[in-house]
């Protein structure tokens, strides 16, 4: 009965002992656990506020290139629209000029009906054209110098656009 007792104790000691490694083990298991959930989470929140913070910086970036970009493109407006009313002046005091021209060719001995006729060794001056004629070209020519400046001006705005765009978020 001794013996049986004894290896009782014995079974019981091992039992109790496996009981309190299990139960460690368990206890280890549930600690790691909540420690990697809890190190989980707190990787999730500075990444989550991280890529806030870099989402703040773009959205700040794009406001300030936007209002660049708009500040370039209306100073770049301002001086095209005055390159433009320079030119629509200097062509409208050249038709205001031509009021006084008469309104047929003239002929005589500066003047010729043919343009064929008439030689010269500088070219063609304008002098033979009758004064709707003359108009006309005047207006064309300004129409001309106008599209000119205007296209200037888009490869301007363009140009400008593109630079910032290549520049945003350097």
Not at 17 to 25: D, E, Q
Not at 106 to 127: D, F, I, V
Not at 132 to 154: G, I, M, S, V
């Amino acid at each position: 009965m001794i013996q049986v007792l004894s290896k009782y104790k014995t079974v019981v000691g091992i039992l109790v002992i496996s009981g309190i490694l299990v139960s460690a083990g368990v206890f280890a298991f549930r600690w790691h656990k909540s420690e990697v959930e809890k190190a989980v989470t707190e990787e999730r929140l500075r990444v989550s506020k991280e890529t806030l913070l870099a989402v703040e910086q773009a959205y700040r970036q794009k406001a300030q290139a936007e209002l660049s970009m708009q500040d370039k493109l209306q100073d770049l407006q301002r001086k095209k629209d005055e390159q433009i009313r320079s030119i629509s002046k200097h062509y409208d005091a050249i038709i205001a000029g031509l009021r006084d021209r008469p309104n047929d060719r003239q002929t005589g001995e500066n003047y010729t009906n043919s343009t064929a006729e008439t030689t010269t060794e500088t070219g063609a001056t304008g002098l033979q054209l009758s004064r709707p004629d003359a108009e006309f070209l005047a207006r064309f020519a300004r129409d001309t110098a106008e599209l000119q400046a205007e296209l200037k001006a888009c490869i301007r705005d363009y140009e400008s656009v593109r630079e910032i765009v290549n520049n945003f978020g350097k």
